[in-house]
Antibody, heavy 116, light 107 residues
Framework: EVQLGESGGGLVQPGGSLRLSCAVSGFTFSTYSMNWVRQAPGKGLEWVSYISGSSSTIYYSDSVKGRFTISRDNAKNSLYLQMNSLRDEDTAVYYC?????????WGQGTLVTVSS | EIVMTQSPATLSVSPGESATLSCRASQSISTNLAWYRQKPGQAPRLLIYDSFTRATGVPARFRGSGSGTEFTLTISSLQSEDFVVYYCQQYNNWPRTFGQGTKVEIK
């Protein structure tokens, strides 16, 4: 069974940093691309970042480029999102999601709240 | 960036009836479109990919169609669990973009 589980969310002050993790199981992690997608409270879905299976290809949305860094450790079956210079508008539930095109599997999400 | 526009924002339908949701892309995306359903407090679930292919386990009453810039999700015989929010997403270009969502509510 494919499972994805995010962790690392919490309350952080504006300008602060946070590192999210996504642990996966049930598939050969290294052969699949992964994404981070976020959803602000009461709002729609926003794609944040993408990383290929080998980490050779990475993309970011303009809203996080230069502040967030996506990475993965295939030996640990884990995906990460390092978030720096956090802003109020980064407050959202962050989901990790599998695949390069349509997003077939999603985690349950972790809430990041940026507030003073 | 490709802008995805969903209509209507809210659709009122009676249980057992059909619902038709629309999604428009600001430029052609071929058939590189997916539909998701999101229940309150849960992660989205993939329903349709490649515009019309149902994901594993998705009932036949969900039907996707369209190509280019105009897409439709039709849900037949609406059941209680269908009265939630639906999103379309294009994966033709980077950045990936979602529509703003259509909420299907009980009439």
């Amino acid at each position: 069974e494919v499972q994805l589980g995010e962790s690392g969310g919490g309350l952080v002050q504006p300008g602060g940093s946070l590192r999210l993790s996504c642990a996966v199981s049930g598939f050969t992690f290294s052969t699949y691309s992964m994404n981070w997608v976020r959803q602000a409270p009461g709002k729609g879905l926003e794609w944040v970042s993408y990383i290929s299976g080998s980490s050779s290809t990475i993309y970011y949305s303009d809203s996080v480029k230069g502040r967030f860094t996506i990475s993965r450790d295939n030996a640990k079956n884990s995906l990460y999102l390092q978030m720096n210079s956090l802003r109020d508008e980064d407050t959202a539930v962050y989901y990790c999601a599998r695949d390069a095109y349509s997003l077939t599997y999603w985690g349950q999400g972790t809430l990041v709240t940026v507030s003073s | 960036e490709i802008v995805m526009t969903q209509s209507p924002a809210t659709l009122s339908v009676s249980p057992g009836e059909s619902a038709t949701l629309s999604c428009r892309a600001s430029q052609s995306i071929s058939t590189n479109l997916a539909w998701y359903r999101q229940k309150p407090g849960q992660a989205p679930r993939l329903l349709i990919y490649d515009s019309f292919t149902r994901a594993t386990g998705v009932p036949a009453r969900f039907r996707g169609s369209g190509s280019g810039t105009e897409f439709t999700l039709t849900i037949s015989s609406l059941q209680s669990e269908d009265f939630v929010v639906y999103y379309c997403q294009q994966y033709n270009n980077w950045p990936r973009t979602f529509g703003q969502g259509t909420k299907v509510e009980i009439k």
